[in-house]
């Protein structure tokens, strides 16, 4: 198919005759280009693109509606019996046990979702960047140390610390993005411990120090860019999990504290009304899934792009 | 094989006792006044002082730390602010139910994930492989919580709006009460579980199967003339399970968050309950009890997993 592609290109007609001059192509600009052609990721990337536009776009979207998130509106939002109002030309999406407007808040909500996983995958990549590299290249006793703490914090029963965690200091989406982070960026340090033990034994790397590049040098300027490519797979790979762990914390009342709206707050709410008022829990929950399974699909893909012969966690030529 | 199991138990412990120890840290020494978060907002200087001296809180932080040892080691947990009642007997009481669900999930979600992992790998690319690929997408994205919720308003409540009240959305009944009403009680939990976890369990065996199935020795087998069925299940599903035990050993803490959601969602009064429920309530004695016991759980699974690890694939021994 891909090579059919490339033939087609060849004929093409901005091409004129004759083969075109050779050109060399990075391993970052062919991954592109496979990422390029990829059905599946421009679409889940397209989908992404909309669902952050609608979290910067929020302020707008409640504008247009005539509410702000947090705005009841008593005249129309509520029925006669004090219940939510379904989607109607006041509200499109309906409106929650408050009166206030489904879409508006689902609007806000991206904003926390999507800073969410995005601050915790940076963060737990960071992290787990530092360790798993300084893991890898010292080895002997500092290898077993990290690797045992790894190993401690990957067995941790971490909603469990985490709602212990945030007994203690209170819940915010501050303390939520710590406390994500904390219990992420083992499985990033893993990965990465295992590449630079392999990385370190390359010839490239025992030349840069018999030219006398020292142990930072080595780290960061031969051993680490070789490590962009499982770290990036890891990061998109981490976004989506974020985002469902914050929901998660969100959802048992120890995330983001209401009426700041979220996902997972949203959907907590709803389910105490789940019974009369089914677009209350569409909304956020339609959003919430539509988003995590955007992320996966592009990781997916990015995982394809950057090496084609790994193994894919859904899809397969 | 003893060698390594001691080897494994002493870790296991080295790990408990850090967990603990963690514990104590996030309770006791954390820059925060516990006796204070006791006492209640509005409690006078007094009152916050006898507190601490109740609890100890004015002895040297070693001091504190011996006594919460010595105090875990012999099982007592304290009592409830709350209500006054014994930890113990608290989590005793919901012990039954979480190990309920978070056995049946767990049996569940091997189950499906290996099955449908299988059935895509004996035929690639086919309609089925397909399938099950689409359906581990989705519920790999979908947060536990999130598949709950769709549960309980499809099969509970749509359902009884339709006049089929086969799943009960809430509750619990004992085993030895009602063995029967115990597993349609839990029957929705045990999916929302299992579901959601068993997509990536499903695409590891698929991976490991696929490879297996392109072994000499499988190929050998089958032109030994043995049938396709025993061929796959026999030689092969065995040599696959291996990646399988080992993301399970990794997965108990996600079983464990599995089941706090769950029990929320199912209104299930198991211990996830109880540690939101003294969450809400701070109170302390309580949470540090339920961490610790699920901590201790974590741990010795981890070495039976381990143990499973050691009797599918002998070459872990040596190490």
Redesign the interface.
């Given at each position: 198919m891909s090579a059919l592609t490339e033939l087609e290109h060849l004929d093409g007609s901005e091409a004129g005759f004759g083969p075109e001059p050779i050109e060399g192509r990075s391993p970052w600009r062919l991954a592109w280009d496979r990422l390029r052609r990829d059905r599946v990721a421009i679409g889940a990337a397209s989908v992404i693109v909309l669902i952050a536009l609608m979290a910067i776009l929020a302020p707008l979207i409640a504008h247009l509606a005539g509410h702000g998130p947090d705005a009841q509106d008593f005249e129309h939002g509520l029925s006669p019996e004090g219940l939510p109002r379904g989607p109607n030309g006041n509200h499109l999406l309906g409106t929650d046990d408050l009166g206030r407007d489904v879409l508006v808040r689902v609007a806000y909500g991206a904003q926390t979702s999507l800073l969410a996983g995005v601050a915790v995958s940076f963060l737990a990549v960071s992290v787990g960047v530092l360790i798993g590299l300084a893991a890898g290249y010292f080895g002997g006793a500092a290898d077993t140390f990290l690797s045992r703490f790894m190993?401690?914090i990957?067995?941790?029963?971490?909603?469990?610390?985490a709602?212990?965690?945030?007994?203690?200091?209170g819940p915010s989406l501050g303390v939520a993005i710590g406390v994500i982070a904390f219990f992420s960026w083992a499985s990033v340090g893993r990965i990465v411990r295992g590449q630079t033990l392999s990385i370190k034994e390359k010839e490239y790397v025992e030349a840069a120090r018999s030219l006398g590049a020292g142990d930072l040098r080595i780290m960061f300027v031969d051993i680490l860019p070789n490590l962009l490519a499982p770290v990036l797979v890891y990061l998109t790979l981490l976004i989506?999990a974020a985002i469902?762990f914050e929901?998660?914390l969100s959802?048992?009342?120890?995330g983001v504290v209401p009426p700041t709206p979220t996902w997972?707050n949203m959907?907590a709410d709803?389910?105490k009304y789940?019974?009369v008022a089914?677009w209350f829990?569409l909304a956020p929950?339609a959003a919430?899934?539509v988003t995590?399974?955007s992320?996966?699909?592009l990781g997916d893909s990015v995982r394809d792009a950057l090496d084609p012969r790994g193994?894919r966690?859904?899809?397969?030529r | 094989m003893t060698r390594f199991l001691v080897r494994r138990v002493l870790l296991g412990l080295v790990v408990l006792w850090a967990l603990v120890s963690v514990v104590f840290v996030m309770f006791f020494v954390a820059p925060h006044d516990v006796a204070r978060l006791i006492a209640g907002r509005q409690a006078s200087p007094d009152t916050v002082a006898a507190v601490k001296r109740r609890l100890g809180l004015d002895r040297p932080v070693l001091d504190q730390y011996g006594t919460y040892l010595g105090h875990l080691v012999k099982g007592n947990l304290g009592y409830s602010f709350y209500n006054s009642s014994s930890v113990r007997s608290l989590i005793w009481a919901r012990v039954p139910v979480t190990f309920s669900l978070a056995i049946g999930g767990a049996v569940l979600w091997l189950l499906i994930g290996v099955a449908s992992g299988v059935i895509a790998a004996t035929r690639p690319r086919s309609w089925r492989d397909r399938a099950v690929t689409v359906f581990a997408l989705v519920f790999y994205s979908m947060p536990a919580f999130l598949l709950g919720v769709i549960f309980l308003y499809f099969l509970f409540f749509r359902l009884h709006l339709a006049g089929i009240t086969f799943f009960p959305g809430s509750g619990y009944v004992a085993l030895s009460a009602n063995p029967l009403a115990w597993a349609q009680h839990l029957l929705l939990p045990w999916l929302t579980i299992a579901l959601v976890t068993a997509a990536t369990y499903s695409r590891l065996t698929r991976a490991a199967m696929l490879d297996v199935l392109g072994e000499d020795y499988i190929r050998t087998a089958r032109a030994k003339g043995l049938r396709e069925r025993r061929v796959v299940y026999r030689h092969a599903l065995r040599s696959a399970l291996t990646p399988v035990v080992t993301q399970f050993g990794i997965d108990l803490g996600t079983l464990l968050g599995g089941v706090i959601i769950v029990e929320n969602i199912f209104g299930l009064p198991g211990l996830g309950q109880l540690a939101v429920l003294s969450v809400t309530q701070q109170d302390q004695p309580v949470i540090i009890g339920t961490v610790v016991l699920a901590s201790a759980c974590i741990v010795v699974a981890n070495i039976a997993v381990d143990a499973c690890y050691a009797l599918l694939d002998s070459r872990v021994r040596v190490h």
């Amino acid at each position: 198919m891909s090579a059919l592609t490339e033939l087609e290109h060849l004929d093409g007609s901005e091409a004129g005759f004759g083969p075109e001059p050779i050109e060399g192509r990075s391993p970052w600009r062919l991954a592109w280009d496979r990422l390029r052609r990829d059905r599946v990721a421009i679409g889940a990337a397209s989908v992404i693109v909309l669902i952050a536009l609608m979290a910067i776009l929020a302020p707008l979207i409640a504008h247009l509606a005539g509410h702000g998130p947090d705005a009841q509106d008593f005249e129309h939002g509520l029925s006669p019996e004090g219940l939510p109002r379904g989607p109607n030309g006041n509200h499109l999406l309906g409106t929650d046990d408050l009166g206030r407007d489904v879409l508006v808040r689902v609007a806000y909500g991206a904003q926390t979702s999507l800073l969410a996983g995005v601050a915790v995958s940076f963060l737990a990549v960071s992290v787990g960047v530092l360790i798993g590299l300084a893991a890898g290249y010292f080895g002997g006793a500092a290898d077993t140390f990290l690797s045992r703490f790894m190993d401690v914090i990957l067995s941790f029963p971490f909603l469990l610390f985490a709602i212990a965690l945030v007994s203690i200091v209170g819940p915010s989406l501050g303390v939520a993005i710590g406390v994500i982070a904390f219990f992420s960026w083992a499985s990033v340090g893993r990965i990465v411990r295992g590449q630079t033990l392999s990385i370190k034994e390359k010839e490239y790397v025992e030349a840069a120090r018999s030219l006398g590049a020292g142990d930072l040098r080595i780290m960061f300027v031969d051993i680490l860019p070789n490590l962009l490519a499982p770290v990036l797979v890891y990061l998109t790979l981490l976004i989506p999990a974020a985002i469902a762990f914050e929901a998660t914390l969100s959802f048992l009342g120890l995330g983001v504290v209401p009426p700041t709206p979220t996902w997972g707050n949203m959907i907590a709410d709803a389910l105490k009304y789940y019974q009369v008022a089914w677009w209350f829990l569409l909304a956020p929950g339609a959003a919430l899934l539509v988003t995590t399974l955007s992320f996966n699909l592009l990781g997916d893909s990015v995982r394809d792009a950057l090496d084609p012969r790994g193994e894919r966690l859904f899809r397969r030529r | 094989m003893t060698r390594f199991l001691v080897r494994r138990v002493l870790l296991g412990l080295v790990v408990l006792w850090a967990l603990v120890s963690v514990v104590f840290v996030m309770f006791f020494v954390a820059p925060h006044d516990v006796a204070r978060l006791i006492a209640g907002r509005q409690a006078s200087p007094d009152t916050v002082a006898a507190v601490k001296r109740r609890l100890g809180l004015d002895r040297p932080v070693l001091d504190q730390y011996g006594t919460y040892l010595g105090h875990l080691v012999k099982g007592n947990l304290g009592y409830s602010f709350y209500n006054s009642s014994s930890v113990r007997s608290l989590i005793w009481a919901r012990v039954p139910v979480t190990f309920s669900l978070a056995i049946g999930g767990a049996v569940l979600w091997l189950l499906i994930g290996v099955a449908s992992g299988v059935i895509a790998a004996t035929r690639p690319r086919s309609w089925r492989d397909r399938a099950v690929t689409v359906f581990a997408l989705v519920f790999y994205s979908m947060p536990a919580f999130l598949l709950g919720v769709i549960f309980l308003y499809f099969l509970f409540f749509r359902l009884h709006l339709a006049g089929i009240t086969f799943f009960p959305g809430s509750g619990y009944v004992a085993l030895s009460a009602n063995p029967l009403a115990w597993a349609q009680h839990l029957l929705l939990p045990w999916l929302t579980i299992a579901l959601v976890t068993a997509a990536t369990y499903s695409r590891l065996t698929r991976a490991a199967m696929l490879d297996v199935l392109g072994e000499d020795y499988i190929r050998t087998a089958r032109a030994k003339g043995l049938r396709e069925r025993r061929v796959v299940y026999r030689h092969a599903l065995r040599s696959a399970l291996t990646p399988v035990v080992t993301q399970f050993g990794i997965d108990l803490g996600t079983l464990l968050g599995g089941v706090i959601i769950v029990e929320n969602i199912f209104g299930l009064p198991g211990l996830g309950q109880l540690a939101v429920l003294s969450v809400t309530q701070q109170d302390q004695p309580v949470i540090i009890g339920t961490v610790v016991l699920a901590s201790a759980c974590i741990v010795v699974a981890n070495i039976a997993v381990d143990a499973c690890y050691a009797l599918l694939d002998s070459r872990v021994r040596v190490h």
